[in-house]
């Protein structure tokens, strides 16, 4: 009997997976934007959430404010990425027929995509992105002086671009090696740990509570 309640408990939570599943794909066909939006930021605060538990002890409690604003910085963020994808997919493209076909460069068409797409993404997009909107819209959101922010900026950037680096190279290999649409919810999965990288480096940890300087 036990065995067979075992089973049946299972089979429920199989059931229950699919149809979640199933909802989902439902949701990400027909509302994309939306869907992926939402993923995006509800995967942000989770990061923010992991982050805060890693460093919570009797004085430092939790911040519900901070995962709110993460959870907006991620929605934001989702957003972006739904427009930037398509725009890095057509100057991929550009550029690798520029090169293979013009210039007669050794490399596959795969090859060059990722390549170029990786490179757009390390030194076109993450700089403004994370100068304008992840950086500037937390310390504001945190209560930071506007006239503060540009120094702010400048002194946590280099640290999160490393960071970059070091955590999605790897992962944009396969990132940018699926169809498109699947692009921002492997991105928001893997953000879960991302999120916490950016939300120590935005809020100073190991420096300071909070944002302001």
Same mark, same amino acid.
């Given at each position: 009997?036990?065995?067979?309640?075992?089973?049946?408990?299972?089979?429920?939570?199989?059931?229950?997976?699919?149809?979640?599943?199933?909802?989902?794909?439902?949701?990400?066909?027909? $509302?994309?934007?939306?869907?992926?939006?939402?993923?995006?930021?509800?995967?942000?605060?989770?990061?923010?959430?992991?982050?805060?538990?890693?460093?919570?002890?009797?004085?430092?409690?939790?911040?519900?404010?901070?995962?709110?604003?993460?959870?907006?910085?991620?929605? =934001?963020?989702?957003?972006?990425?739904?427009?930037? $994808?398509?725009?890095?997919?057509?100057?991929?493209?550009?550029?690798?027929?520029?090169?293979?076909?013009? $210039?007669?460069?050794?490399?596959?068409?795969?090859?060059?995509?990722?390549?170029?797409?990786?490179?757009?993404?390390?030194?076109?997009?993450?700089?403004?992105?994370?100068?304008?909107?992840?950086?500037?819209?937390?310390?504001?959101?945190? =209560?930071?002086?506007?006239?503060?922010?540009?120094?702010?900026?400048?002194?946590?950037?280099?640290?999160?671009?490393?960071?970059?680096?070091?955590?999605?190279?790897?992962?944009?290999?396969?990132?940018?090696?699926?169809?498109?649409?699947?692009?921002?919810?492997?991105?928001?999965?893997?953000?879960?740990?991302?999120?916490?990288?950016?939300?120590?480096?935005?809020?100073?940890?190991?420096?300071?509570?909070?944002?302001?300087?």
């Amino acid at each position: 009997p036990s065995q067979d309640k075992q089973r049946s408990m299972t089979v429920h939570k199989m059931s229950f997976m699919a149809e979640v599943s199933n909802a989902y794909s439902f949701a990400l066909t027909n $509302y994309q934007i939306p869907t992926e939006t939402m993923t995006s930021g509800v995967l942000a605060g989770v990061g923010d959430v992991v982050a805060q538990s890693q460093t919570m002890t009797e004085e430092r409690k939790f911040q519900i404010k901070r995962a709110g604003q993460f959870i907006l910085k991620g929605l =934001g963020g989702g957003l972006i990425l739904t427009q930037w $994808y398509p725009l890095v997919d057509q100057w991929s493209n550009s550029i690798c027929e520029l090169l293979i076909s013009d $210039y007669g460069l050794p490399v596959s068409e795969r090859v060059c995509y990722t390549a170029a797409s990786i490179l757009l993404e390390q030194f076109v997009f993450c700089p403004i992105v994370y100068s304008l909107w992840d950086l500037s819209f937390l310390a504001y959101m945190n =209560g930071m002086e506007p006239e503060k922010i540009p120094a702010h900026v400048q002194e946590r950037i280099g640290g999160l671009l490393i960071n970059n680096a070091k955590v999605w190279t790897f992962a944009n290999l396969i990132i940018y090696n699926i169809p498109m649409e699947f692009r921002v919810v492997t991105v928001s999965l893997t953000d879960i740990f991302w999120q916490s990288v950016v939300s120590q480096t935005a809020s100073g940890e190991g420096e300071e509570n909070n944002l302001h300087g």
